[in-house]
């Protein structure tokens, strides 16, 4: 079962990607010197209604097994020592250790 930290940053990572093209379009809006202040400051309010989690910046990589937020290895979406237990125990495809 994956604790609290996986669990938030799942449903982040479900919001953000829900919100996305809206964020963008208001981001836009809002940035765009060229339209008139009081548009872009309507954008600005629009983009604070949103929650917490709709932001890109909530999305954390953290480790599937554990919920370790440090040494994860993207490919994998896992901190190095379960990568390192899992490599050992063959249960990575086309990872195994090295030896020269």
Known sequence: MPNIRVLRDMKARELVKANEVIRRAYLYVARNESLPPQVRHQAQLQLNT??????????????????????????FALCRYQFRLKALNNEIPGVRKASW
């Open 50 to 75: 949103f929650g917490r989690y709709t932001r890109p910046t909530s999305v954390k990589n953290r480790c599937s097994e554990s919920g370790r937020g440090r040494g994860i290895m993207s490919e």
